[in-house]
């Protein structure tokens, strides 16, 4: 395909260029080449005689000598452009107004848009959000969710970027109609965070379980149960209830997924170890079904390059590739850390999730690569997010009907974008007891999703 021009202001290009590259080039397969114009408009030359122009709501706003990395200029509020025909709620607008205007121009048909859709793309993709945030970090050292634009305004259950994405496409068709276009399609990809693998480590931590589901009130019989688990596993008649990889596996053989393990190479304070035998005896397993064994880096590792390679080595003893990351309680901070992943030839980070609600921490449910701060440029790391995470569907819908509810709701979101639903469901909550009434239906609620796939 002949590459689209497109006229940019001459400011902020590494930027510009960056949200252009992943919104077009990356995600719908379009190429370009920039010129710089004197206006205040992103102007796409769809053919010779239609253009997309998008007015320059943000990078304009910014006065010269001055950075755009600045919490000041994160909106206060948000507008909605309730003309949006691709979406069924009305665009988000982040930056610049409703402004929906055919215009002749020279000998072109021009459709002029307010919404500057690149800057709000650009803003939930960098997270520069929460690059230049200094407030109070919670107790992972992590800004709070309840401080970003997406909860203050509530549109963080809305991959915004994936709405303006169908609705660019529908717009430029309707110049164009046979513009040509890529078209992603809606895939399933289950992920799991081995954080633990014993649930009865000792006969200390067995009496501990046994009393505790008791005294937290799961009622006699749990506890009776729980009594004669630790009992059998301890004895070495039954495994340990948190390796329920066969479990997952089974799930995941028969709907066609691959999953991803997320393994952790902490020594102290973990109950399990990265090199022993039946570890690698399970890594092996996985691996021969064709699942991904991927690291999961521990506490600080985000920002300490030291502690980092320690673990990137202790990996790689037993395995010399590792096909992604994901940072342990998604501890990420996007000026430091993917630099420290890419100089550990780590090329893949999944820590983009949110973790009090499930929702779309860069409003998209594609893959991208990140952007990258130090060098103000595209970053090596390409970022797969995730939109569910059990942990968090969970503080937000403890009761199993909810729970599940939210689940289905995010994969019917994804689907309807043809994107990846990307999920973290924990191994050790079939065991449990806060999680049984919820983690019972597991294998049903996996099916209905499943069902997605199929279904138009
Ligand atoms: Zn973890």
């Given at each position: 395909m002949k590459p689209l021009r497109i006229g940019i202001p001459p400011n902020y290009v590494a930027e510009r260029h960056y949200v252009l590259h992943i919104f077009?080039?990356?995600?719908?397969?379009i190429p370009f080449e920039l010129y710089h114009h004197d206006e205040p408009c992103w102007r796409i030359?769809?053919?010779?005689?239609h253009a997309m122009v998008i007015e320059d709501a943000f990078f304009a706003s910014i006065p010269e000598g001055?950075?755009?990395?600045?919490?000041?200029?994160?909106?206060q509020s948000i507008k909605k452009q309730?003309?949006?025909?691709?979406?069924?709620e009305p665009l988000i607008i982040l930056f610049g107004s409703d402004k929906l205007e055919w215009h002749n121009r020279e000998n072109r048909r021009e459709l002029v848009w307010g919404n500057d859709l690149f800057a709000a793309t650009f803003f939930m993709l960098s997270r520069w959000e929460e690059v230049v945030y200094a407030g109070k970090k919670d107790a992972f050292d992590r800004m709070p969710e309840s401080e970003m634009l997406a909860f203050k305004a509530g549109f963080y259950q809305r991959p915004i970027v994936n709405e303006y994405l169908d609705e660019w496409v529908y717009w430029a068709h309707a110049m164009v109609p046979d513009l040509p276009v890529r078209q992603q399609s809606f895939q399933i990809h289950p992920t799991h965070d081995i954080d633990y693998l014993k649930r009865y480590p000792n006969y200390p931590s067995w009496i501990k379980s046994s009393l505790g589901a008791f005294f937290r009130g799961y009622g006699i019989s749990t506890s009776i149960q729980t009594l004669v688990e630790g009992w059998k596993v301890l004895r070495g008649s039954q495994q340990d209830p948190f390796q329920s990889f066969e479990r997952l596996s089974k799930v995941n053989q028969q709907k066609g997924w691959k999953a991803d393990y997320y393994f952790k190479m902490e020594s102290d304070n973990a109950d399990y170890q990265w090199e022993e035998d039946w570890v690698q005896a399970w890594v092996k397993r996985l691996q021969a079904q064709g699942d991904q064994i991927a690291l999961h880096p521990n506490f600080g590792t985000y920002r300490n390059e030291k502690t980092y390679r320690e673990e990137v080595e202790r990996f790689q003893l037993?395995?010399?590739?590792?096909?992604k990351v994901r940072q342990h309680y998604l501890q990420y901070d996007l000026a430091i850390t993917p630099s420290i992943q890419s100089k550990m030839?780590?090329?893949?980070?999944?820590?983009?999730?949110?973790?009090?609600?499930?929702?779309?921490r860069s409003g998209v449910c594609y893959d991208y690569p990140l952007f990258n701060f130090q060098e103000n440029s595209i970053s090596l790391i390409s970022e797969e997010p995730v939109c569910w995470m059990d942990t968090a569907a969970f503080r937000a819908n403890p009761d199993p009907d909810s729970f599940w509810e939210s689940f289905l709701n995010a994969a019917q979101i994804v689907k309807r974008h043809r994107g990846h639903f990307r999920f973290i469901w924990h191994n050790n909550h079939f065991a449990l007891p806060e999680w049984k009434r919820i983690s019972a239906q597991y294998e049903l609620q996996l099916n209905l999703i499943h069902q997605l796939q199929s279904s138009y």
């Open positions: 077009l080039t990356h995600f719908l397969g030359h769809l053919d010779e005689n001055e950075t755009y990395q600045n919490s000041k200029y994160i909106p309730s003309q949006a025909v691709a979406t069924i037993k395995m010399k590739f590792i096909p030839g780590i090329t893949i980070d999944s820590s983009l999730a949110l973790s009090s609600h499930w929702g779309f």
